[in-house]
């Protein structure tokens, strides 16, 4: 049997995936992969996602630089996710989120509302340049 046979596939042919920080334990993102993203990822020791709104592969940090080195593919007990311990590559300081920050877990609900409380370290439009 195909290692990838084993992951519990949803009814799109994705499964989710969690992107932590090695050496800190810090969850970065969480995102989604098909059978090839998944694939691209284990050969490459660099994450590879399946956009869903794109429809399409994209190697994280194709655009902004800022990559993420695979150390370690897991999958949990019902083989239904899949969690990358990673290490956040390319420009200072380690940015995984879109929005500039290290993590996409910036937000904390408190006092009934959602809040920021993770800085922006670089302003988007710098890191995402349209041409």
């Known amino acids: 049997m195909d290692w990838l046979d084993e992951v519990k596939w949803d009814a ?10 090695a050496a800190s334990g810090d969850v970065l ?8 993203a998944l694939r691209r990822t284990a050969e490459l020791g660099r994450a590879v996602y399946f ?19 695979v150390h ?10 899949v969690l990358l311990k990673v290490t956040q590559l390319g420009h200072e300081p380690s940015i995984a989120c879109h929005t ?18 993770e800085p922006v370290l670089k302003d ?7 041409p």
Not at 51 to 69: C, D, M
């Open 12 to 21: 799109q042919g994705l499964v989710p995936v969690i992107a932590q920080e």
């Open 124 to 130: 988007p439009s710098t890191i995402y340049a349209k």
């Open 51 to 69: 956009s869903r709104s794109r429809g399409k592969l994209w190697a994280k940090g194709e655009e902004s630089g800022h990559v993420q080195q």
């Open 100 to 117: 500039g920050r290290h993590s996409c877990f910036y937000q904390v609900f408190r006092d009934g509302a959602w809040q920021a409380v």
């Open 72 to 81: 370690e593919i897991r999958l949990d007990c019902d083989n239904d996710v």
């Open 29 to 36: 993102m969480f995102a989604w992969m098909d059978r090839e």
